[in-house]
């Protein structure tokens, strides 16, 4: 027994095959070494079997095996996460719902999708624009994350200034509590006061209260138009300072980045692109979209003098679709392009966004007081900067202890603000250690207790947001 749960032994493996099939059920090294790890810096942690189930009872069956026999189950959806929600830290059984990945319906009368968790954010973008429909969420990694993921991790995108997140499109949700009884909860119908709304507590639990097997989702239609601005600035605090000022003006733009020069000329690097042009310190790319082209074009310009009034160097407006795309593109590759630069510990700051010119300054007095790089960008239309701290030539000893000091003062600032700790990205097990920076004791034991409500053995994800 580890911290109160058994190992995975061959008799439980045999029980897991007989739920999902011989295939279905993994032990060999290498594939428990790929779903030992996310795409969280540095950590792995590989289970001690991997099962991947094709239907709600077969979920059920497995989860009635784990409670039985106290075995710890890790849901997994793409592994794109990235404050380690989807590591196994006790071992035990990986869930992957990867084989739960149908659209079981695009209902056009009510305006609803019925998806599976394993459905790729990116095929359900596909499938319902081609008929005229529109699911707005897009996170970065929406090509290659899950619906499932997504509910999990609360996601949100660039899009989230004026679509909102996740959250804000999920009707009804169909999920296994541990135990392997199934709860639905919402559904179709847009107003729903019967009782406690489990479906926002589900949304953003990261897999420590039940695994989502269905999701009912919201759409609209698909807007007609959209047109992006992509603006340079001489300072990064002459771009931050824009953000609120477009708000004031009264314009409610579908998406706001913001990017330092440095985050831009890595995706560049990356890319092979050249968007980072002349000697701008900061940009933002922004993004209109609506069925009324005039009214867009109105924006468009209202936008424009907004941003060279607050000392913007330019505002170049990108013409056609592909264009549009190849600068979004650049943007959406910015976070694996600042991988590869160096170790690194990416920071899910949130604030007010009034506040991000404050964020901005607080995080660069930071990072100059420690000796340490950083690079920032991120969804500032809702406040939501990602700041990456580099470890570059420092030597490990002194990453190890200057680093978690680094990323706890960037946090202070955040919550001195009015923010918080995490954005979009989750607590996981990356983050557990600053949650008290953000709740006091009780709150955090709010938490535990409902999450022994839902999970009395604590057997679903444990060691995320919580030990």
């Known amino acids: 027994m580890r911290g109160g749960y058994a190992r995975v032994t061959p008799d439980h493996v045999e029980a897991l095959r007989a739920i999902c099939g ?10 428990l070494w790929i779903y030992g790890r996310d795409e969280t810096e540095d950590l792995r942690f590989p289970p001690e079997v991997v099962v991947k189930p094709g239907s709600t009872p077969e979920v059920q069956e497995i989860l009635r095996l784990a409670t039985r026999e106290r075995l710890p189950v890790t849901p997994r959806g793409a592994g794109t996460g990235l404050s380690g929600g989807a590591l196994p830290l006790f071992g035990g059984i990986c869930l992957s719902i990867e084989r739960l990945n149908r659209i079981l319906e695009i209902d056009e009368r009510n305006l609803m999708a019925v998806v599976e968790p394993g459905v790729i954010t990116g095929v359900l973008h596909q499938e319902v624009e081609k008929l005229g429909l529109f699911y707005p969420p897009d ?26 997140v996740t959250e804000d499109w999920v009707r009804g949700l169909e999920a296994v509590l541990p135990n392997g009884d199934l709860v639905s909860c919402g559904g179709k119908r847009l107003k729903d006061v019967t009782g406690y709304n489990l479906v926002k507590l589900l949304i953003g639990s990261e897999g420590t209260l039940a695994v989502v097997t269905q999701a009912t989702l919201k759409l609209i239609p698909r ?14 605090e002459s771009a931050a300072e824009t953000v609120p000022a477009i708000f004031r003006a009264k314009v409610i733009p579908c998406a706001i980045e913001f990017l330092e020069r440095a985050a831009l000329e890595t995706s560049d690097r990356m890319l092979g692109t050249s968007t980072a042009r002349g000697d701008a310190e900061a940009f933002l790319l922004i993004m209109v979209d609506g069925n009324d082209e ?57 604030v007010p966004r009034a506040e991000i010119p404050a964020l901005i300054r607080g995080v660069r007095q930071v990072v100059a007081r420690h000796g340490v790089r950083a690079i920032c960008y991120g969804h500032a239309g809702d406040g939501n900067i990602h700041v990456n701290v580099l470890k570059m030539d420092m030597p490990p000893e002194v990453w190890r202890e200057v680093s978690p000091r680094v990323s706890k003062e960037i946090f202070e600032v955040a919550i001195g603000l009015g923010g918080t700790i995490s954005g979009e990205h989750g607590i996981g097990c990356a983050q557990k250690r600053n949650l008290p920076l953000a709740f006091p004791p009780p709150m955090i034991d709010l938490h535990r207790r409902l999450k022994e409500a839902f999970d009395p053995h604590f057997i679903l994800n444990p060691g995320k947001i919580f030990d």
């Open 294 to 350: 005039a009214l867009i074009q109105r924006e468009v310009e209202a936008i424009g003098e907004v941003c060279l009034e607050s000392g913007a160097l330019d505002v170049y407006i990108p013409e056609g679709e592909t264009k549009q795309e190849e600068i979004w593109r650049v943007r959406r590759a910015t976070g694996e392009a600042v991988k590869k630069i160096s170790t690194y510990r990416e920071e899910d700051t949130v």
């Open 22 to 31: 011989v295939e279905r059920v993994l032990v060999d090294e290498e594939s």
């Open 139 to 164: 996170p970065a990694s929406r090509g290659s994350c899950t619906i499932g993921g997504n509910i999990a991790e609360n996601a949100g995108g660039p899009r989230a200034v004026k679509y909102g």
């Open 223 to 236: 807007p007609l138009h959209r047109r992006t601005l992509f603006v340079p600035y001489p300072t990064i």
